[in-house]
């Protein structure tokens, strides 16, 4: 099962994600870090210190990764000896244009802001991030190219306990029981008041 985990920098994908893959032994694509590494991009934005994604070279590549993946496995993999589902997460602000399930992470945009201030990102690009997720500017682009949506508020919530929603979700897909995700549907975190 391919699982997107998207959001705006500084929600806490990469952090979920490396625990994710550490605990649950889930195969994590670093999506961001494959686009740098594999030049998938068509050109460099130096002004915004950013590059611009080639979404077919990515897909292209994507397909040849889990392609391989599911000749080589079978449907399910022995984890500690118990049977467990094949599943693979990509990380990345942009994987909600790869995946038809994502889960975007939200954070509350000043604690956002304080977050990104710490990484070192510039003015320009906090605000930018912070107006980002004051629209809903991901939940909205996952709605228009995902078939199923959650939604999980990372705001003053350690890595452990946003990992831990973000597993209740994959695991409640896996058994069937989405209609028990209530919580997790997207529409119940409102901040347009923060906008800058």
């Known amino acids: 099962m391919l699982i997107g985990l998207t959001g705006t920098p500084g929600t806490g994908k990469t952090s979920v994600s490396k625990l994710l893959e550490k605990c649950r032994g889930w195969k994590v694509v670093y999506l961001n870090d494959l686009i740098k590494e594999e030049h998938l991009y068509s050109e460099v934005d130096e002004e915004r210190d950013s590059v611009i994604a080639d979404m077919e070279l990515i897909r292209e590549r994507l397909a040849g990764i889990l392609g391989g993946e599911k000749g080589q496995h079978a449907e399910k993999a022995k984890v500690n000896g118990e049977e467990k589902e094949n599943i693979t997460i990509i990380e990345s602000h942009l994987a909600h244009y790869i995946t038809d399930i994502v ?94």
């Open 103 to 196: 889960i975007v992470l939200r954070a509350y945009p000043p604690e956002l802001k304080k977050r990104l201030e710490k990484r070192g990102y510039s003015e320009e690009k906090i605000n930018e991030n912070a107006e980002a997720e004051s629209i809903d500017l991901i939940l909205a682009e996952a709605f228009e190219w995902c078939k199923k949506v959650f939604e999980v508020n990372t705001t003053g919530r350690t890595v452990e306990e946003t990992s831990e929603d973000v597993e209740k979700i994959i695991d409640y897909i896996l058994a069937g029981k989405e209609e028990e995700l209530q919580e997790y549907i997207p529409g119940s975190l409102d901040w347009i008041d923060s906008v800058p």
